[in-house]
Every structure is written in structure tokens, then in C-alpha cells.
């Protein structure tokens, strides 16, 4: 089994930061990307940044220039910093690991059970 946890979501007012943190526990034998989704009411869960195992990263339009994703792969954990934010940031975010948990098997995917981020204005 695999558990994520995310940590660090919470009420910030407009132009202001925040860290999330996901650590994934478990059974795990290689991790391949790391991401964060979010999905704010009455929308669709969307990507927000992604990296690979060797550091390759991808943004949404709407978040580049001002969030950073990076992985520490001896921690197992992923990280989002938040800056500039604004209140059409504010939604639940998802981390989400696609990994391996034994040599040769098939990647699969595993989620957070999300935090909040509340942007106010």
C-alpha cells in the first residue's frame, strides 16, 4: 500500500505565499512523476505542475512564473511553492505519484486526499 499526505494548504490573502508539501509512505520501488492538481467548485480537477524523476517540469499557463514544483526523491515527497496568489487560485490541491511499487511492475497512480488554499481578495 501507498499513502500520500499533503500538508500546508490555508487562507492567504491576494499577493501572498504558501508551501504544500506531499510525502508518499508505503511500499514504493521508483516514482516517476510527481505532480499537483487542483480542482476549485463547480470545475474540473486540472493539472498544475508536474516533474520527472530526472527533473523536467511543466506548468500550467495560469500558475507559470510564479509557482515552483521540486522533489526531494529521498524523501518521497514533493513540494509546491506558491507565490503571488490570487483568488482564482483558491481550490482543493492534489498531489499525485505515478510510481512503481516492485521492479517490472506497471505504473500506477496514487493521490492525495487533498487541501485546501483559499486565496482572499
Known amino acids: 500500500q501507498v499513502q500520500l499526505v499533503e500538508s500546508g494548504g490555508g487562507l492567504v490573502q491576494a499577493g501572498g505565499s504558501l508551501r504544500l508539501s506531499c510525502a508518499a509512505s508505503g511500499s514504493i520501488f521508483s516514482i516517476n512523476v510527481m505532480g499537483w492538481y487542483r480542482q476549485a467548485p463547480g470545475k474540473q480537477r486540472e493539472l498544475v505542475a508536474a516533474?520527472?524523476?530526472?527533473?523536467?517540469?511543466n506548468y500550467a499557463d495560469s500558475v507559470k512564473g510564479r509557482f515552483t514544483i521540486s522533489r526531494d526523491n529521498a524523501k518521497n515527497t514533493v513540494y509546491l511553492q506558491m507565490n503571488s496568489l490570487k483568488p482564482e487560485d483558491t481550490a482543493v490541491y492534489y498531489c499525485?505519484?505515478?510510481?512503481?511499487?516492485?521492479?517490472?511492475?506497471?505504473?500506477?497512480?496514487?493521490w492525495g486526499p487533498g487541501t485546501q488554499v483559499t486565496v482572499s481578495s
Open positions: 516533474i520527472t524523476s530526472g527533473g523536467s517540469t
Open positions: 499525485n505519484f505515478r510510481l512503481r511499487q516492485k521492479p517490472f511492475m506497471s505504473l500506477n497512480d496514487y
